[in-house]
Nanobody
Framework: QVQLVESGGGLVQPGGSLRLSCAAS????????MYWYRQAPGKERELVAM???????SYTDSVKGRFTISRDNAKNTVYLQMNSLKPDDTAVYYC?????????????WGQGTQVTVSS
């Protein structure tokens, strides 16, 4: 059974940094594109960053220059390095991965991890 397990969230002061991790496990053949989303209270879930299977990246405008998405294929893990954090970054962050099993390609989601930016 494929699972995505997120870690690294927590409370940080404005201007601080956090690194989120999302590790995939289970019946994985290959992992394709990987994504980070976030959802703040009262707001729709938004795509924050994505990284392709060949490690090209893209970001939503509000995090460009501050966040970096990366992946370690040997560890089946995607990371989100978040620097210069702002209170508006407060949200539950979710990872998503397109995972090829032995039978099909399926999008999987992590359980979410809370990031709170506050002084």
């Amino acid at each position: 059974q494929v699972q995505l397990v997120e870690s690294g969230g927590g409370l940080v002061q404005p201007g601080g940094s956090l690194r989120l991790s999302c590790a995939a496990s289970g019946g994985i053949v290959t992992i394709g594109h990987m994504y980070w989303y976030r959802q703040a209270p009262g707001k729709e879930r938004e795509l924050v960053a994505m990284i392709t299977s060949t490690s090209s990246t893209s970001y939503t405008d509000s995090v460009k220059g501050r966040f970096t998405i990366s992946r370690d294929n040997a560890k089946n893990t995607v990371y989100l390095q978040m620097n210069s954090l702002k209170p508006d970054d407060t949200a539950v962050y979710y990872c998503r991965a397109a995972i090829y099993t032995t039978t099909q390609l399926i999008d999987y989601w992590g359980q979410g991890t809370q990031v709170t930016v506050s002084s």
